[in-house]
């Protein structure tokens, strides 16, 4: 197991020293992103010979420390917090949650006829927190690595994209939407917080001007 710990431990102190670059933090390219990229990487290069004896670290460490991993980072949320943000935005967002998981898994299941698992993997991604709902959900929706793989390019392939293409729609957008409005519904389908916050510091003066 130590060694397969190791080679995460690895990969993610690669991924954060990247992403703590001037250019790549300019760039909005998150650690997550860069480690993503690192593992489909080494997945398809070297990985197999190694599996042997690291697999077991591997899926330790993307099963129980990763969901160890976010109840520490629920330790950050305080009570405080909550009630700063008000019970209104709550609600919002729990609603925002449930109807983007629930519209994601009929588009993908009724419509585009996709397969089940890698819809449901999706829309967690999508409603929730990304590539790490994604993984987290493995275990619950009981999927193969592949199909883990092939949610998680969805969500870093269409947000990145998305980042991009709502800057360059925003003028023929506007005419459709309040400029405030525009702005929440560029931001809320970023499912990372570096995308959310480069769409709101290109959008967000826009919206004033306009007003």
């Known amino acids: 197991m130590i060694w397969g710990l190791l080679l995460v431990l690895v990969i993610t102190t690669i991924a954060v020293l990247i992403g703590n670059n001037a250019l790549v933090e300019r760039l909005n390219i998150s650690a ?26 591997v899926t330790f460490a993307k099963g129980k420390l990763l969901r160890l991993g976010i109840i520490l980072y629920g330790f950050r949320i305080t009570l405080q917090d909550i009630g700063q943000v008000g019970v209104n935005a709550i609600l919002a967002d729990a609603i925002m949650l449930i109807l983007t ?20 993997l999706t829309g967690a991604g999508c409603s929730i927190c990304g590539a790490a709902a994604i993984i987290a959900s493995e275990p ?20 990145t994209i998305s980042m991009f293409l709502y800057p360059i729609l925003y003028p023929t957008l506007i005419d459709l939407l309040p400029p405030i409005n525009l702005v929440f519904t560029s931001v809320l389908p970023y499912t990372k917080s570096p995308k959310s916050m480069r769409q709101g510091v290109i959008l967000i003066p826009l919206s004033l001007i306009l007003r």
């Open 140 to 159: 619950v929706v009981k999927a193969p690595s592949y199909k883990v793989s092939v949610a998680v390019a969805l969500i870093v392939i269409f947000g």
């Open 101 to 120: 998981f629930l519209i994601t898994c009929w588009i993908g299941i009724k419509i585009l006829k996709v397969d089940k698992q890698i819809v449901f």
């Open 32 to 57: 997550l992103t860069l480690a993503i990229v690192i593992g489909i990487l080494c997945g398809n290069t070297f990985y197999h010979k190694i599996e042997n004896f690291t697999h077991s670290g």
